[in-house]
C-alpha cells in the first residue's frame, strides 16, 4: 500500500511541473499562426540539412519551453512544411539551448563551468547530428503517426490545388469531361478555367473574434490530445521509479563506463523536467564523475519517459526507436570520450 502511495505522489508532482509548460507549449503553438504567417517563416529556412539543422536547433531562443512545450510547436510548424531537419534538432535541442535553462544550469555549476559548457556543446552535436542523419528522408509522412501524415497530406494536396488553380493548364493531351467553351482563338476552354483563381484568407486577416475563437479551439483540442498522452506517461514514469529504486541504479556506478550508463538510466527514468534538473543533479556531483554528470543533463531533455509519450504523437514507434539509439550511443561516445581525454 505504501509503495500506491509513493507512486501517486510521485505522479502527482510529474503532472504538477510538466502541464504547466506543455500548457506553455500549446498556448504558443496556438497564438503564433493568428499573428504570424507560417509558411513565410517556414520558407525563410535553409533547406540545407546542416545549415537547417544549426537553425532548429537554436529555436529554443523563441519557443523557451521544456520538452513537453517544444512538442506542440514542432508538430504544428512539421504539419506546416518544416524540413524535418529543423523539427528534429529543434526538438532535441530547444529543452536545453533556451534561456530559462541555461541560466538554471549556469547557477547551479557556477563552481563546475565545464558542466555548462558540455551540456551546451554536447546537446547542439548531437541535436545538429540527428537532424543530418535523418535529413535524407525526404518525404517524411512514412516517420508520422498514421493521424498526423494524413493532415500533412490533406495539407499538401490542398496546397497543390491552389497552385493548379493560380496556373492552370491550358492544354491536355486527352479529351476532358465537363463543359467548354469556345475562344475567339478556337481553343475551346473548361468552364472552371475562367473563374478568377480564389486568393486563401490569412488568419492574420482574420476579425478579432474569429482569431480568438480559432485560438480557444485549437488550445482546447490540443491540450486534451496531448493532455491524455502526458497523464499515461507520467503514470508509467512514477510506476518505474517506484518499483525500480533508484538505489538500484546509483549503485550501478562504480566506474567510468558504468557511471555513464547509470546516469543516462537515472534522467530517463525519473523524468524531471529540463528548467530544474541541474539543481537536482548537482547533489549528486561528489559522487560521480563530470562526465556521467554531463551524460544525465544532456540525455534526460532529449529522451525520458514522460516525454516519449508525446513525441508519439508526432513520430511512428520506428522512428522513435532509432532516434533514442542514436542519441543514446552519441551521449555516450561523447561523456566517455570527455572522461578519458580530461
Known amino acids: 500500500m505504501t509503495q500506491i502511495y509513493t507512486a501517486f505522489t510521485l505522479f502527482i508532482s510529474l503532472l504538477v511541473e510538466a502541464i ?8 504558443l503553438s496556438s497564438v503564433f499562426p493568428l499573428f504570424f504567417e507560417e509558411g513565410n ?3 525563410k529556412i535553409p533547406n540545407h540539412p546542416i ?3 544549426i537553425v532548429g536547433s537554436l529555436f529554443g531562443f523563441f519557443f523557451p519551453v521544456c520538452e513537453c512545450g517544444n512538442i506542440p510547436v514542432a508538430r504544428r510548424l512539421l504539419l506546416q512544411g518544416l524540413p524535418i531537419s529543423v523539427a528534429i534538432s529543434f526538438l532535441l535541442a530547444a529543452p536545453t539551448l533556451n534561456p530559462v535553462v541555461i541560466w ?3 547557477v547551479a555549476f557556477r563552481g563546475q563551468p565545464e558542466v555548462f559548457w558540455l551540456r551546451i556543446i554536447f546537446s547542439l552535436i548531437i541535436a545538429i547530428s540527428l537532424g543530418c542523419i535523418f535529413s535524407v528522408q525526404k518525404d517524411i509522412r512514412p516517420f508520422l503517426r498514421p493521424l498526423l501524415a494524413k493532415r500533412l497530406t490533406a495539407i499538401m494536396e490542398a496546397k497543390q490545388c491552389h497552385l493548379k488553380t493560380v496556373n492552370p493548364i491550358a492544354e491536355y493531351s486527352l479529351l476532358q469531361s465537363g463543359s467548354f467553351l469556345l475562344s475567339s482563338g478556337g481553343k475551346t476552354i473548361k468552364i472552371d478555367e475562367t ?3 480564389s486568393k486563401p484568407i490569412l488568419k492574420s486577416k482574420l476579425p478579432l473574434q474569429s482569431r ?4 480557444v479551439n485549437n488550445v482546447y483540442n490540443e491540450f486534451r490530445e496531448l493532455g491524455g498522452v502526458l497523464i499515461l506517461g507520467s503514470a508509467v514514469a512514477s510506476g518505474i521509479q517506484v518499483f525500480v529504486p533508484r538505489d538500484i541504479i546509483l549503485n550501478l556506478g562504480q566506474d567510468s563506463v558504468t557511471s555513464i550508463l547509470a546516469m543516462m538510466i537515472l534522467a530517463a527514468v525519473i523524468s524531471i523536467c529540463s528548467t530544474v534538473d541541474s539543481f537536482f543533479i548537482l547533489s549528486f556531483s561528489s559522487t560521480f564523475t563530470t562526465a556521467s554528470i554531463v551524460a544525465f543533463l544532456v540525455f534526460g531533455p532529449m529522451i525520458d ?3 516519449l509519450g508525446l513525441m508519439l504523437s508526432i513520430f511512428r514507434p520506428r522512428m522513435l526507436t532509432y532516434m533514442m539509439i542514436i542519441i543514446a550511443q552519441l551521449t555516450f561516445v561523447l561523456t566517455l570520450g570527455y572522461s578519458y581525454l580530461f
Open 195 to 197: 473563374l478568377l483563381p
Open 20 to 27: 504547466p509548460f506543455l500548457l506553455l507549449g500549446v498556448l
Open 104 to 106: 538554471s544550469t549556469y
Open 41 to 43: 517563416l517556414i520558407n
Open 305 to 307: 519517459i514522460k516525454a
Open 212 to 215: 480568438w475563437h480559432l485560438f
Open 51 to 53: 545549415v537547417g539543422a
